[in-house]
């Protein structure tokens, strides 16, 4: 992973740009995104992705004044995406998470199956909003989300009612290894970016553990998720992001401004269950609190493509 990161610092300064919006729109939008960068900034502290302690929010970042999937763009033209297979997943074998918490040989076959071969499955998906906090979700949507094509949670209900695409694809480090899986999904209601996820596995400071490790790509940054996995008697699996100390799991936001890195942890937290109903059909609850307060609901069903 260190070589992976390394290029993905260096796309940062790169002069080549992909994605690119007009100059009088880049300058309006940077003047919303510089606020909340430097909040970013006031409220973390310095990291060093190469040190020990930091090398667990190391992660894929867009260049300047590039959105979405830029990103993984910029690693296909460099040849690290390997050629579309219908078997892929978001582990190759979730083994790779077996600790002191977690045995993959406890999961039922379907959920196992889910995510060594995420491409195999389409989804339907159901979202409700706090209404509390549904229109601040709308705005922010509307003034970052949508524009940046990331984290574009769905604020309409029936926005998600022909569900979302699904690509997963395989990212091979520099030296051809495997190094974690691009999965992106949009509204097949008009086509909207709704995520854009690097999946890998990762050790956090002080634990035994391996954590599932979702990153969100964002201009100079990202967001960073890292979920506690845990397999239930009845096979099925819960992830968990529930700690509010820096270094264990959470979310957290990592941005680069000059020749410095910066890392906050946000005030997010998510439970992920993923399980076989009473008819044997795959199904998720994704549960995301802000603060205090149950902000979103998602369920998910999971449905196998013919083959």
Do not use: K
Not at 61 to 75: E, K, P, Q, S, Y
């Amino acid at each position: 992973m260190c070589r992976f990161v390394a290029i993905e610092h260096r796309h940062l300064r790169s002069a080549s740009m992909t994605t690119r919006t007009t100059p009088t729109a880049d300058r309006l939008l940077h003047a919303l995104d510089l606020p909340s960068r430097t909040w970013w900034r006031l409220v973390g502290r310095t990291v060093d992705l190469d040190s020990s302690e930091h090398v667990f929010l190391r992660g894929p970042m867009n260049r300047r004044h590039t959105v979405g999937d830029a990103w993984f763009d910029d690693l296909d033209r460099s040849g690290r995406v390997r050629p579309i297979s219908a078997d892929d997943g978001l582990f190759d074998d979730m083994s790779v998470l077996d600790g002191p918490d977690f045995t993959a040989t406890q999961l039922h076959p379907l959920v196992r199956g889910f995510y060594e071969h995420t491409a195999r499955w389409r989804m339907e998906v159901w979202a409700q909003w706090n209404p509390l906090l549904a229109p601040g979700a709308a705005a922010i949507a509307g003034l970052f989300g949508r524009r940046v094509r990331q984290l574009a949670l769905p604020t309409a209900p029936l926005s998600v009612s022909r569900g979302m695409t699904s690509r997963v694809r395989v990212i091979d480090d520099v030296d051809g290894h495997r190094a974690g899986a691009a999965w992106l999904r949009t509204l097949r209601l008009d086509g909207s970016a709704v995520y854009s996820g690097f999946y890998r596995s990762a050790m956090l400071p002080g634990s035994a553990q391996p954590h599932v490790a979702v990153v969100f790509p964002l201009e100079a940054g990202n967001v960073g998720v890292y979920l506690r996995p845990r397999a239930e008697p009845d096979g099925s699996l819960v992830l968990t992001s529930r700690s509010r100390t820096f270094g264990e799991d959470g979310a957290y936001v990592t941005v680069v401004l000059g020749r410095r890195t910066y890392a906050a942890r946000a005030p997010l937290r998510e439970r992920i269950h993923v399980f076989v109903d009473d008819e044997g059909e795959l199904r998720t609850d994704h549960a995301l609190d802000l603060g205090p307060m149950r902000a979103l609901r998602l369920h998910y069903r999971l449905e196998q493509r013919p083959s």
